[in-house]
């Protein structure tokens, strides 16, 4: 018994070393490559702007003016906000703004469904750029300008830095550095690699054909994580997304563990799902390179959460006993520390440091709970659910954001 449990450990062990050896390639490669400056220039392509909204009454409208307001020459770009089973109160007060409403309604609703529904009802001759918001999404001031600017570039596909508009509670405040966290190895990190950035499921701006074309496959259509097919659709068609740092999204985090952990379980779901994309026929298809097992290798990485988990574990098993606790440390206690201290720095390192406050050491109180929602959530995955697991946003900030 013992045996297989050391077995079990080293398992572990190799599996930390890569994922912790793939973070510090990571923090070396921002730290040397020079991030593209995108700024206003004369020439603006006509941009769509498409907010799905499903029952966010509370926040719609908020959001709409937002998006109108957004300074971007007016005649350049416009505002669809996708209203599925809204309140004909709310429509009706969307209708008094200058954007254009499309109401649908499914029998199973879902983020793709209404992006496939809008897409094919606007006039793609009439618009240059598609970019996709949700409902609480508000666009830092500049936003439409940088993506037109990297579109001029060459870029077909472009992600947006997506940061907490809400840090009212210290769930919400993890929530925040664990987006930033996201955004800097997943994003701005495989930039500085020459790979592409990944899809944050809002604040994505894709040629229009492009994107419309995506949205026109059967696959995406019942699919809740639309944001991964479209990464791995884009992966099939060459395309790297861009990343733009310094074009801010604001997103509403979640401020509860309860609403924390229905957002990660739909995670889960979408993540076992995918990984089970790359034994479908199409993407056994793909040439075997970089590109494809750095997209593979993001699948392999557990969420922070497990990783704690996971450490946690062996560091129990570990001090279970004099007889038992060293015979469990494979490959040995030093090899361990370093690895777990290796993993520690290259995480702090992509902190941003407005995030290292007395108020982020005092949330840090709040992980027991959150990891312990995750582990039970993977007792709760149903990777054949169709219906769309949704949590009502509610904070609403100034537009001054």
Same mark, same amino acid.
């Given at each position: 018994?013992?045996?297989?449990?050391?077995?079990?450990?080293?398992?572990?062990? *190799?599996?930390?070393?890569?994922?912790?050896?793939?973070?510090?390639?990571?923090?070396?490669?921002?730290?040397?490559?020079?991030?593209?400056?995108?700024?206003?220039?004369?020439?603006?392509?006509?941009?769509?702007?498409?907010?799905?909204?499903?029952?966010?009454?509370?926040?719609?409208?908020?959001?709409?003016?937002?998006?109108?307001?957004?300074?971007?020459?007016?005649?350049?770009?416009?505002?669809?906000?996708?209203?599925?089973?809204?309140?004909?109160?709310?429509?009706?007060?969307?209708?008094?703004?200058?954007?254009?409403?499309?109401?649908?309604?499914?029998?199973?609703?879902?983020?793709?469904?209404?992006?496939?529904?809008?897409?094919?009802?606007?006039?793609?001759?009439?618009?240059?750029?598609?970019?996709?918001?949700?409902?609480?999404?508000?666009?830092?001031?500049?936003?439409?300008?940088?993506?037109?600017?990297?579109?001029?570039?060459?870029?077909?596909?472009?992600?947006?830095?997506?940061?907490?508009?809400?840090?009212?509670?210290?769930?919400?405040?993890?929530?925040?550095?664990?987006?930033?966290?996201?955004?800097?190895?997943?994003?701005?990190?495989?930039?500085?690699?020459? *790979?592409?950035?990944?899809?944050?499921?809002?604040?994505?701006?894709?040629?229009?054909?492009?994107?419309?074309?995506?949205?026109?496959?059967?696959?995406?259509?019942?699919?809740?994580?639309?944001?991964?097919?479209?990464?791995?659709?884009?992966?099939?068609?060459?395309?790297?997304?861009?990343?733009?740092?310094?074009?801010?999204?604001?997103?509403?985090?979640?401020?509860?563990?309860?609403?924390?952990?229905?957002?990660?379980?739909?995670?889960?779901?979408?993540?076992?799902?995918?990984?089970?994309?790359?034994?479908?026929?199409?993407?056994?298809?793909?040439?075997?390179?970089?590109?494809?097992?750095?997209?593979?290798?993001?699948?392999?990485?557990?969420?922070?959460?497990?990783?704690?988990?996971?450490?946690?574990?062996?560091?129990?098993?570990? *001090?279970?006993?004099?007889?038992?606790?060293?015979?469990?440390?494979?490959?040995?206690?030093?090899?361990?520390?370093?690895?777990?201290?290796?993993?520690?720095?290259?995480?702090?390192?992509?902190?941003?440091?407005?995030?290292?406050?007395?108020?982020?050491?005092?949330?840090?109180?709040?992980?027991?709970?959150?990891?312990?929602?995750?582990?039970?959530?993977?007792?709760?995955?149903?990777?054949?659910?169709?219906?769309?697991?949704?949590?009502?946003?509610?904070?609403?900030?100034?537009?001054?954001?």
């Amino acid at each position: 018994m013992l045996t297989v449990l050391s077995y079990a450990v080293l398992g572990i062990f *190799l599996y930390l070393s890569v994922c912790t050896l793939y973070f510090v390639v990571i923090a070396i490669a921002n730290g040397v490559q020079k991030e593209p400056d995108y700024t206003t220039i004369s020439s603006k392509r006509k941009v769509a702007v498409f907010i799905p909204c499903y029952k966010e009454d509370t926040i719609i409208l908020d959001t709409a003016r937002a998006a109108i307001s957004h300074p971007y020459p007016t005649a350049d770009f416009d505002v669809f906000v996708i209203a599925d089973s809204m309140r004909p109160e709310t429509i009706e007060r969307l209708r008094a703004l200058p954007v254009h409403v499309i109401e649908v309604r499914f029998d199973v609703s879902s983020k793709s469904r209404s992006l496939h529904a809008a897409l094919n009802c606007v006039d793609d001759a009439r618009y240059d750029i598609a970019f996709v918001l949700d409902a609480d999404n508000i666009m830092s001031p500049g936003t439409l300008e940088k993506v037109n600017h990297a579109f001029a570039r060459g870029a077909r596909a472009v992600q947006c830095r997506r940061i907490a508009k809400n840090l009212n509670t210290p769930v919400a405040l993890l929530e925040c550095i664990n987006e930033e966290l996201n955004n800097v190895i997943f994003r701005q990190g495989q930039r500085s690699l020459g *790979l592409s950035a990944t899809c944050a499921g809002s604040g994505m701006a894709f040629e229009f054909g492009l994107l419309k074309a995506i949205f026109n496959q059967e696959v995406i259509l019942h699919d809740t994580g639309e944001d991964k097919e479209i990464d791995l659709q884009l992966l099939k068609m060459h395309v790297p997304v861009e990343y733009i740092a310094e074009a801010y999204i604001y997103d509403e985090k979640a401020s509860d563990v309860q609403t924390l952990k229905k957002q990660r379980l739909r995670w889960i779901e979408v993540h076992l799902k995918h990984m089970g994309r790359f034994l479908d026929r199409d993407m056994r298809a793909l040439p075997i390179d970089r590109h494809l097992l750095n997209k593979i290798m993001h699948y392999l990485i557990l969420p922070r959460s497990f990783f704690i988990a996971l450490i946690l574990l062996v560091v129990v098993m570990g *001090l279970a006993g004099p007889n038992v606790g060293p015979a469990l440390w494979t490959p040995g206690m030093k090899w361990w520390t370093a690895v777990i201290g290796l993993y520690a720095i290259a995480t702090f390192s992509f902190v941003p440091a407005r995030y290292m406050t007395k108020d982020t050491l005092m949330s840090l109180s709040r992980l027991p709970g959150i990891i312990t929602s995750m582990v039970v959530n993977l007792f709760r995955v149903r990777l054949g659910r169709k219906e769309f697991l949704h949590t009502e946003k509610k904070f609403i900030r100034s537009r001054s954001l």
